[in-house]
């Protein structure tokens, strides 16, 4: 069973490479492409034609809303995402002007990514106050108590967290 195919897109290779591995990890859910720009994302998007197009916003040249336009077009079925640092209102409602059917800030979990991906399509409408960051532009994400709505650090790492390296040792026997 091939999943949900996906289209990762942002002009950061780490970034890239970090989403693609731990997207890996989830069951139902495959990486078809990657692409480093705009211009390489609606490509893809046409030659691929992936279900959920996992889009960063500011990238050199064709950034992601522009993008997101093109992809529409080439690609009317697919799912754009945006996966950003930006959430502000006007990016937020120029985004979902352009055709983005949610975003997630980049402090996002794999199993967060992997629900975007799998929530259905709806109308999107900008989020308000208390939903600011949100995997579908109608559905809040929680806030984790937090009062800025910004999660504290409970990140997951798919091979636990990094390990730190003590200035006495000679870099073989890690400690935490």
């Known amino acids: 069973m091939p999943g949900i195919k996906i289209l990762i897109v942002d002009d950061h290779p780490v970034t890239r490479e970090g989403l693609h591995s731990a997207l890996d990890l989830e069951e139902g859910v495959q990486v078809i492409g990657e692409a480093a720009s705009g211009e390489e994302a609606v490509t893809s998007a046409g030659d691929l034609r992936p279900d959920v197009v996992f889009m960063d916003v500011r990238m050199p040249g064709m950034g992601g809303i522009e993008a997101t336009r093109a992809i529409k077009q080439v690609s009317?079925?697919?799912?754009?995402?945006l996966f950003t640092v930006d959430e502000s209102r006007a990016s937020i409602s120029e985004a979902i002007q352009a055709g983005v059917s949610g975003y997630l800030l980049k402090d996002a979990?794999?199993?967060?990514?992997?629900?975007?991906?799998?929530?259905?399509?709806?109308?999107?409408?900008?989020?308000?106050?208390?939903?600011?960051?949100?995997?579908?532009?109608?559905?809040?994400?929680?806030?984790?108590?937090?009062?800025?709505?910004?999660?504290?650090?409970?990140?997951?790492?798919?091979?636990?967290?990094?390990?730190?390296?003590?200035?006495?040792?000679?870099?073989?026997?890690?400690?935490?």
Not at 76 to 81: A, L, M, N, R, T
Not at 114 to 123: F, G, I
Not at 140 to 149: F, H, K, L, M, N
């Open 76 to 81: 009317p079925d697919s799912k754009v995402i």
């Open 109 to 176: 979990s794999a199993e967060e990514l992997v629900n975007a991906a799998r929530r259905p399509s709806s109308t999107p409408s900008s989020p308000g106050p208390s939903s600011r960051r949100s995997s579908s532009p109608t559905s809040a994400r929680t806030s984790r108590g937090s009062p800025t709505g910004r999660r504290r650090s409970s990140r997951r790492w798919p091979t636990g967290p990094p390990r730190r390296r003590s200035p006495t040792t000679s870099g073989s026997h890690p400690t935490r």
